[in-house]
């Protein structure tokens, strides 16, 4: 499982750069709206972190680059729908520094140009044929609506529990990173051995980032963050930390805070004093480690290379950004 010669000339940036123009040509309309908003997710770009994954695992797994670009295209399609969809539920204001599609086009406008980005999924998978990833990406597709919907059910309920929110978390983020990296043992044929340690390097990873993002949300530099932090306490969304001092410290001012959204003035600094203060920043960076251990041994089976060092150094990253 050498990686293949047709790649060498071929870098990970050279691989990006084919995979932004196919997906321009993908989200093309002559409607002018959602040419507008495929137009500012091309221009936009973010980390491509799912595309990325996938473009790995192709060199992992010596496939032609048109393989894992194909699986690329569908959870970038897929992932970048479920976004606009989730500024309108959210009422997020922003996307990646721009205004958010909602408020300057309107809701119908929004929801509808999501929808057009899980009909292009549905032809890409329809051009490819193949049954696997076609049952793989619809796996990953209704796990992430369930996932958004259970963690609106939780926050709306306020049933809150560390199982419904490893839930959340595995439909919204992981289960999508697993369909980048298996979708591509799919396509190329792997065994279900191979298929099931790229599954599991997808979702120990997938979990890490998530972690990571939600550690952050609270406790990170907002400088650095480029935004405000706080942002999921004032969703009502009781990520690892407020589950900490809820569930494990019978925090009652922690209920508060979440519960009322962190709308009064200091809720969001009470929070973080209280994350410090019971250790539950220290618990999250250790639950944080163990997915990072958990992703880079899923790997441990594949020949070292390139690929799976650049895969094993993704997930060390989710660790060193808390650090």
């Known amino acids: 499982m050498t990686e293949n010669a047709g790649l060498e000339s071929l870098s990970l940036e050279d691989e990006l750069r084919d995979f932004e123009s196919e997906l321009a040509r993908e989200l093309r309309s002559d409607v002018g709206f959602i040419s507008a908003i495929g137009d500012d997710l091309v221009r936009a770009g973010g980390k491509r972190v799912r595309p990325t994954l996938a473009l790995l695992t192709g060199r992992l797994l010596n496939a032609a680059p048109a393989v894992s670009r194909q699986v690329a ?32 086009y309107g809701n119908v406008v929004s929801v509808m140009s999501g929808d057009f ?31 958004e919907v259970l963690q609106f059910q939780s926050a709306t309920l306020k049933e809150w529990s560390y199982d419904s929110y490893a839930r959340v978390n595995d439909g919204k983020t992981a289960s999508l990173m697993a369909a980048a990296t298996e979708g591509v043992g799919a396509l190329t044929g792997a065994t279900a051995r191979v298929r099931s340690a790229l599954r599991d390097f997808g979702m120990a990873y997938g979990r890490a980032f998530q972690l990571r993002d939600d550690y952050l949300d609270l406790l990170g530099d907002p400088e650095l963050l480029g935004k405000p932090v706080g942002g999921d306490l004032r969703e009502g969304k009781a990520t690892y930390l407020a589950l900490r001092l809820i569930l494990d410290e019978g925090s009652e001012e922690a209920r508060l805070i979440v519960s009322r959204h962190a709308s009064e003035p200091g809720d969001v600094e009470r929070m973080i004093e209280l994350a410090r203060a019971h250790g539950a920043d220290a618990t999250m960076r250790d639950l944080i480690a163990r997915e990072v251990e958990a992703a880079r041994a899923a790997l441990a089976s594949f020949p070292v ?16 950004r808390v650090a």
């Open 73 to 104: 295209l569908a959870v970038e399609l897929l992932h970048s729908a479920s976004l606009l969809h989730d500024d309108l539920i959210d009422d997020a204001t922003t996307r990646r520094g721009e205004q958010a599609a909602f408020l300057r």
């Open 117 to 147: 980005m899980l009909a292009r999924v549905l032809g890409l998978l329809a051009r490819g044929g193949n049954r696997e990833l076609t049952g793989l990406m619809a796996e990953a597709a209704a796990a992430l609506c369930e996932g």
């Open 305 to 320: 290379s390139t690929a799976r060092t650049t895969l094993e150094d993704l997930a060390d990253q989710e660790l060193r």
